[in-house]
């Protein structure tokens, strides 16, 4: 049975980060925007685990997308290696230890940003297609 009340909370939640994301781009925040594009990658894969009657834990969006196979959801390989580059800007964008130097707002460009922005809003895209294909044959 699917539980669209949790899948429609977290995308909520997942829609508005991306908007945040968006105006992090525009004001020229390129760290946050980057970790705010992972946070919506992560936000939607957990929108449909939890609309599956399966959360999970974890910040890893590819392992996310594993639990999402193991349930028998078949995940193109273009949206994994998009979260595998989106699972890169989870630590560096906000710790300033994960560099040898400098703070992490010093490496993270507009093109990265924009790229990052651009691979969540897909990764978001096919959960919605992916979820309104699950409700349509459930329903």
């Not at 996310?64 to 580059?85: N, W």
């Not at 940003?113 to 651009?118: Q, T």
Request: contains cysteine; glycine residues 6%; hydrophobic residues 35%.
């Amino acid at each position: 049975m699917l539980n669209a009340k949790d899948y429609e909370r977290w995308m909520r939640s997942a829609k508005h980060t991306l908007e945040s994301a968006r105006r992090d781009y525009e004001a020229g925040d390129y760290v946050w925007a980057c970790f705010k594009a992972h946070q919506v990658g992560e936000k939607t894969i957990k929108a449909l685990l939890w609309g599956l009657g399966s959360p999970r834990i974890g910040h890893s969006i590819t392992r996310l997308l594993k639990h999402l196979e193991a349930l028998g959801i078949s995940v193109p390989r273009e949206i994994i290696d998009k979260a595998m580059v989106l699972d890169k800007y989870y630590i560096p964008t906000r710790y300033p230890d994960a560099w040898s130097e400098g703070i992490p707002e010093e490496y993270f460009s507009e093109k990265e940003a924009r790229e990052a922005l651009m691979y969540a809003e897909e990764i978001l895209k096919w959960v919605e297609d992916t979820w309104q294909k699950l409700s349509s044959k459930r329903g």
